[in-house]
């Protein structure tokens, strides 16, 4: 069972930053940050593999945001800069679970089974 607490939302204006923070109580092979906006779907914001460092963004996001972990803090950390009203939503902190995924095969099948209780983020125009 993987723990995760995630905070570092707040409000802030189109064009600023934030960054969130999500301190596990382990890391697993692949962590991520997914965020759903009210009447729309889950979607995945950013991917890190904690093994081979191979990371995936959306292209919502690419160029913008950057995902990034600290080994000593068990932290995962999300990095969003020129923030857009489009990015307001709940942000969730989620790892695989399961059996160790390769570095070289990345983030892409992996099971996000392990969610934290999400931190808000929203962006005014």
């Known amino acids: 069972q993987v723990q995760l607490v995630e905070s570092g939302g707040g409000s802030v204006q189109a064009g600023g930053s934030l960054r969130l923070s999500c301190v596990a109580s382990?890391?697993?092979?692949?962590m991520g940050w997914f965020r759903q906006a009210p009447g729309r779907e889950r979607e995945g914001v950013a991917t890190?593999?904690?093994?081979?460092?191979?990371?995936y963004y959306a292209d919502s996001v690419k160029g913008r945001f950057t995902i990034s972990l600290d080994y000593g803090k068990n932290t995962v950390y999300l990095q969003m800069n020129r923030l857009k009203p489009e990015d307001t939503a709940m942000y969730y902190c989620?790892?695989?679970?399961?059996?160790?995924?390769?570095?070289?095969?990345?983030?892409?099948?992996?099971?996000?089974?392990?969610w934290g209780q999400g931190t808000q983020v929203t962006v005014s125009s």
């Open positions: 989620a790892a695989h679970r399961g059996s160790r995924l390769r570095a070289v095969d990345g983030c892409g099948g992996a099971d996000f089974g392990y």
């Open positions: 382990l890391l697993s092979s692949c």
């Open positions: 890190i593999h904690t093994n081979g460092g191979s990371t």
